[in-house]
């Protein structure tokens, strides 16, 4: 297994992406159906677990994670 | 207030969108340090909650009134009668042919041709009638959509055939590259 600091920019990018696009979905929910919702809260918990991820990401250390088996490059 | 269609319109095509890329995430990260890892679990737990609330969306845009007294209890206090039609949703739902569609056709709920069928009587729904337009308009948004994912599951599949050794066996798949081999054997 390996995860190259190249991999861990793009994951994180893609992460950062996903969080900007869906952050007017809780908003949107709130707004329509009050804070209290069962699908407003629910959104809130989504939008939560890919700031959690993306923040995760940012500080994962890739480092640790490489590995310079040739073969996984062939 | 309650959800419009072009709230509803916004909201399945965002999360959707936000599904695939979640779980394209989800499994290159599991691929990389492990399903175990607690990234990967983050990582999981994201693409769940995006799930959970694509289908929270898809029911209550099935069944509105469901809702509707929840929004005005909070929003405004006005009486939850004040939202109810002379109709209520839960006996046309039942009168409606779609929600036994997927029972008796046989194809799963996550099936393509069930959400085309969803998401067209959602149309008659909310508009009283349907057109050729509008079938095929839906019907491009759905055959665009599969045609991500698959594009997705088959990116995944060559980048992490490892991931999906068992399915490639019962399939009768050899891959192609040394590589690949490599990493089902350590898998």
Known sequence: MQLHPRELNELTRKAGELLSDTGDVPRLLRMRLGADHTLAVAAEEMLGSIEDLLRELRSFDASAYEDDDPHDDV | ?187
């Open chain 2, 1 to 187: 207030m309650r959800i419009t269609e072009a709230d509803y319109e916004y909201l399945l095509h965002t999360l959707s969108d936000a599904r695939s890329r979640a779980t394209e995430i989800a499994a290159s990260i599991g691929a990389r340090v492990g399903r175990e890892h607690p990234l990967a679990q983050l990582a999981n737990s994201a693409a769940l909650n995006v799930e959970r609330v694509l289908l929270g969306v898809k029911r209550n845009a099935a069944d509105p009134l469901e809702a509707a007294p929840k929004v005005f209890e909070i929003s405004s206090g006005a009486p939850a009668v004040a939202a109810t039609p002379a109709v209520s949703a839960s006996n046309a739902m039942e009168e409606l042919p779609w929600a036994s569609f997927t029972r008796e056709s046989g194809v799963g709920p996550e099936h393509w041709v069930s959400r085309f069928v969803d998401d067209l009587m959602l149309e008659v729904r909310g508009s009283g009638a349907i057109t050729f337009d509008t079938a095929g308009r839906l019907l491009d948004q759905h055959r665009q959509s599969f045609e991500r994912d698959l594009a997705i599951a088959r990116r995944m599949v060559r980048n992490y055939p490892h991931l999906f050794s068992e399915e490639l066996e019962a399939a009768g798949v050899t891959p192609k590259h040394g590589v690949r081999r490599t990493f089902i054997a350590k898998a």
